[in-house]
Nanobody, 116 residues
């Protein structure tokens, strides 16, 4: 079994930074993409950023130029560097690992709260 675990969330003032980390409890050998999603209260979960196994990245328009996604060399760790945080970034951030067979592994989420 593989269970991604997020860390690094917390409370930060607008304009500040946080770095989220996601690590798996075991190796995943057929990773297609790794990514971060978030869900604000009363809203649906949305894609924040993804990175493919070959290093290609994709970002939601709302976080471009502020967030950076990267993966560890072991390819079972993914990071999200968040800069210039805004109150609108508040939500629960979930780590996602998708395999070549489109099988998803989800973390339990970590809370990010950005105050004005």
């Amino acid at each position: 079994q593989v269970q991604p675990v997020e860390s690094g969330g917390g409370l930060v003032q607008a304009g500040g930074s946080l770095r989220l980390s996601c690590a798996t409890s075991g190796r995943i050998f057929s990773i297609r993409t790794m990514g971060w999603f978030r869900q604000a209260p009363g809203k649906q979960r949305e894609l924040v950023a993804t990175i493919t196994i070959d290093g290609s990245t994709n970002y939601a328009d709302s976080v471009k130029d502020r967030f950076t996604i990267s993966m560890g060399s072991a390819r079972n760790t993914v990071y999200l560097q968040m800069n210039s945080l805004k109150p609108e970034d508040t939500g629960v951030y979930y780590c996602n690992i998708r395999t070549r067979l489109i099988s998803d592994y989800w973390g339990q989420g970590t809370q990010v709260t950005v105050s004005s």
